[in-house]
């Protein structure tokens, strides 16, 4: 099985803490989707044409500033060009200020049986400090309505936001509760370089959060979420049994996905590679055979290390047979031994041949992970 990822590289403005790729500009839409189109058509041969899509993900930027009609097009592309599983996910990223009059209901028609909906908190002033371009009143809104529509759907929020604090956060967790979402994603704010974000706390405008909250609300995250039973899969996933992404299962698990549009990134098992992150350069590589991509083939110690990170930040964990049937019993033995300290310390433990992260280090897991990394020489 595969995926497709469709990167729309709009918005209406920029968040104040995001680093990923878009633009404000709308003026170029329809000849950027026009070149999605013909990626498509150009790449299919990246995916073994034993393999059936059974995810199509329309993340970005932000999907629903397209309308249905031009969600209609890039799912026909992938219809026409691929084979399709008999189930298979589409989920649209949706942000609630794009609600408009039947839009859900049309993107119910055209085959959309997932949305994620990018509420991040229900809180007013988090939101205008992240500089959201929806206010709370839009996020119930939207929420009720998403809720009468779609069986399938998920939401966002963060935790860690300047302003916020544990009884704010608990809040956020509970009116996302109350519409009964069969899946959350929940990421911790990161001050990322070149931000607005990250300016503001330089010139001290804005404080962060002390450690201590964040880990607090973290904690609280993990215990409500589970007591309500989710299924905490992922460090930043929890679904209710059978409603995990079936696009994100695929990344961490290390299976194919073609990545379409500006800075979208692909994996064909052994290389990966990522388009330009700039909507010209892109439009203009694909009208006139410019390079836009660049790829890298993984070495087997750049398996082994993904394979340590994706392993460790899902349920699943670093399996030792998997390990020794994959890369060799080299591999196994130096993993066994860079273990001991961090299993000394209770942050890892070994469930049966698994390797697995403890309940009070998971969220320190991105390091313990990049502890046990073989370095490339
Ligand atoms: S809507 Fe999403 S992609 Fe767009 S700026 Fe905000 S966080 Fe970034």
């Known amino acids: 099985m595969a995926s497709v990822y469709f990167h729309v590289p709009f918005c209406k403005q920029a968040c104040h803490y995001c680093n990923f790729h878009f633009s404000t500009s709308l003026k170029n839409k329809a000849l950027l989707l026009k070149a999605m189109l013909s990626e498509l058509e ?9 393999e059936q899509i059974n995810s199509i993900y329309f993340g970005g930027g932000t999907p629903s500033l397209l309308s249905a009609i031009e969600i209609k097009m890039l799912i026909d592309t992938v219809k026409t060009n691929f084979a399709l599983a008999s189930e298979v996910e589409i989920t649209l990223e949706m942000n609630p200020d794009d609600d408009r009059p039947n839009y859900l209901k049309e993107l119910k028609k055209i085959g959309i049986n997932r949305l994620s909906i990018g509420v991040q908190s229900f809180f007013d002033d988090e939101l205008k ?3 959201r371009a929806h206010d709370a009143k839009e996020a119930f809104l939207l929420l009720k309505k998403v809720k009468e529509l ?3 759907f998920s939401l966002d929020l963060i935790y ?40 503001q706390v ?31 899969y992922e460090l930043s996933s929890f679904g209710k049994p059978s409603f995990q992404s079936v696009n994100n299962c695929a990344y961490w698990s ?5 990545g379409i549009g500006p800075s979208a990134h692909s994996f064909d ?18 009208s006139t055979g410019k390079p836009f991509i660049e790829r890298e083939t993984l070495n087997e110690i750049d398996r082994y290390n993904e394979y340590l990170m994706t392993g460790l930040r899902t349920k699943k ?9 994959k890369f060799g019993s080299r591999y196994k033995i130096l993993l066994e031994k860079e273990a001991q300290n961090n299993i000394a310390a209770q942050m890892l433990y070994w469930d049966g041949d698994v390797l697995k992260v403890s309940r009070k280090a998971k969220f320190l897991v991105d390091g313990l992970a990049s502890d046990l990394f073989i370095l490339n020489n």
Do not use: C
């Open 42 to 50: 150009l790449r299919k041969a990246e995916l073994s044409e034993s």
């Open 160 to 199: 860690g936001m300047p302003m916020s604090n544990l009884e704010k956060w608990e809040k956020n967790i509970e009116l996302a509760l109350s519409f009964e979402p069969n899946h959350i994603s929940s990421y911790a704010l990161t001050i990322e370089p070149k931000t607005v974000l990250s300016h």
């Open 254 to 258: 290390g299976k194919s996905y073609l």
């Open 202 to 232: 330089k010139k001290q405008q804005v404080e962060v959060l002390d450690e201590e909250v964040v880990l607090a609300q973290f904690n609280f995250l993990m215990d409500r979420l589970e007591k309500e039973g989710y299924e905490h």
């Open 269 to 286: 098992g052994i290389t990966r590679s990522w388009n330009i992150s700039n909507n010209a350069e892109y439009v203009k590589g694909i």
């Open 317 to 325: 964990g670093v399996s030792l047979s998997h390990i020794e049937e």
């Open 129 to 131: 400090l992240m500089n």
């Open 150 to 152: 779609f069986d399938n």
